[in-house]
């Protein structure tokens, strides 16, 4: 009988599930995994300088490729530990991500060993299963399991904790085969009815879209439906490049990160019909404010249990985005809302001239919103950006243009900071002929800034736009608002990063007012080199989001 490790067994089923790179950073707990990848040379590695920000690399890989990202947990323990922020972060994001930990070797289960911590425990809460594997027979099968669980369904993580001995176990070869995923299906016929009837009545009509057309390839039905309805569409928050910039019928993100039209569309529809979204707490945070009282709502979605969870719904579905707005497309019929449409377009030509305005604001330091018109305009069409959290994400959210499918990729729903850069190189490796641009705060970049080396060791190009203000500013405007300006711990100095970035062997850029970030972002994208863009912002141009959580300063 010919017998494998069980390093090369789990190569050959990542082989064998297309998942052709795969991040990770170096550790001494499963060198016979690395020796299978040089040795088989059809898996692309990364190699990250820190676990966490391996982990966002295979999210972000994974959102633009639909497949499973994987990163290894290469060192039990503490390099383990590490990528506990990414899993959250996926876990938040429904994203699939397989996590193949590193654990201490069986013989030493329980003894206080060296780097020995209950992992399984600690990834339980924040994962669909974190299981420990105890056989190395078993290892292919429950690495196919994972594989499977991540991706199906409401996706998400997967942690396989495998122990150090297993790697070198020899196990009976295997030649394995691709997991097979099962797909969901549209809505029934009587709910496509219904949601159409619905529809068909509708004085004020509004399609709330969400990641379900991100994940099911879903944009061209979307497109489609609304064109053939002539309904106005709002993205979820995060999800802005369901449809793309500029389209006549797409509103643009709607909810408290979104624009005015938007949030107007959703709190004064009379039917609201809601396609592979949650109408979660990021977009609506649970509020009439944004979705209407008395709004009668269709909701379908991947997941059930979020069915109508946050708002009562006349009409709950479970089932795939793309293809109910494929039947509806079919059944549904034009409503006569000539009224609401009129306003619609009123509002948006509105929202335009607004924006236009913005483009001219000629501070120095740069007004934030100056800054992200001129990368609204410079931005390829190609181009998929990746965004960070903070006061000027914040504001980037609904003011960016996003051309093509998968053009976007946010923290959503954890909100964290430092996750855009990693993003931007998984986001990269998995799309190496699209420009990919990370934009994010100073404060945001000193989280991951030595991954730039990554991203030039590894020939993935990758922009960073870095908007100074030299503070954390959503919490200093919280301080400035709500606290009487006393400020503590909110502003920040940071390095010139265009400089540090060619110490790392990149492109830096220093721009230097108005004017000069959509030339910089120009440059950047015809060199094809890994870049960073500084530009001072106005650190006195913040805004606050969750007002609900302070009390106004009385003094």
Known sequence: MTTITGGEAVYRVLKANGIDTVFGLLGGSMLELYDAMYKGGDISYVGARDERAAGHMADAWARMTGKPGVVLGAQAGPGVVNI????????????????????????????????????????????????????????????????????????????????????????????????????????????????????????????????????????????????????????????????????????????PRGNRVASRLTKEADVMVVLGARLGFNSTFHSNDYVGAETRIAHVDLEGSAVGRYFPVEIAVQADARLTAEALTVAGTRPE????????????????????????????????????????????????????????????????????????????????????????????????????????????????????????????????????????????????????????????RSPRFDKFAELCGAKGIWVDGPGGLGTALDEAVTSNQTTIIQAKIDPKALMTLRKDLFKTAKH
């Open 84 to 255: 506990v922020t990414a899993v959250a972060e996926a876990h938040l994001a429904y994203s699939p991500l397989v996590v193949i930990a590193g654990a201490i070797s069986r013989c030493d289960h329980a003894k206080d060993t060296f780097q020995e911590v209950d992992q399984v425990a600690l990834f339980a809460p924040i994962s669909k299963r974190s299981v420990m594997v105890s056989d190395a027979a078993r290892l292919p099968a429950m690495l196919e399991d994972a594989i499977r669980l991540a991706n199906s369904g409401r996706k998400g993580p997967v942690v396989l904790h495998v122990p150090r001995d297993l790697f070198a176990d020899l196990i009976p070869e295997s030649d394995p085969e691709p997991v097979k995923i099962a797909r969901p299906g549209p809505a029934a016929p009587e709910d496509v009815s219904a949601i159409a009837a619905l529809l068909a009545q509708a004085k004020r009509p509004v399609i709330f879209a969400g990641g379900g057309f991100k994940w099911s390839g879903g944009r061209d039905a979307l497109t489609a439906l609304v064109e053939t309805l002539e309904i106005p569409v709002v993205a979820s928050t995060g999800h802005a490049d369901v449809m793309p910039h500029g389209h006549p019928w797409f509103a643009g993100q709607g909810g």
């Open 337 to 492: 809302a000539d009224e609401w449409r009129a306003a619609f377009h009123k509002d948006m030509d509105s929202l335009r001239a607004e924006r236009s305005v913005e483009a001219q604001i000629d501070t120095l330091p740069m007004h934030p919103r100056r800054a992200l018109a001129e990368l609204r305009n410079a931005l390829p069409e190609s181009a998929v950006v990746t965004l960070d959290t903070g006061n000027t994400c914040l504001q980037a959210a609904d003011r960016l243009a996003h051309y093509q499918p998968l053009s976007l990729i946010t923290p959503l729903d954890f909100g964290l900071v430092g996750f855009g850069l990693a993003a931007a190189i998984g986001a990269k490796a998995a799309a190496p002929e699209r420009p990919v641009i990370a934009v994010m705060g100073d404060g945001a970049v000193g989280y991951t800034m030595i991954e730039i080396q990554t991203a030039v060791q590894h020939n993935l190009p990758i922009i960073v736009v870095v908007l100074d203000n030299e503070a954390w500013g959503a919490e200093k405007a919280y301080q400035q608002e709500f606290y009487g300006g006393r400020l503590l711990g909110a502003e920040i």
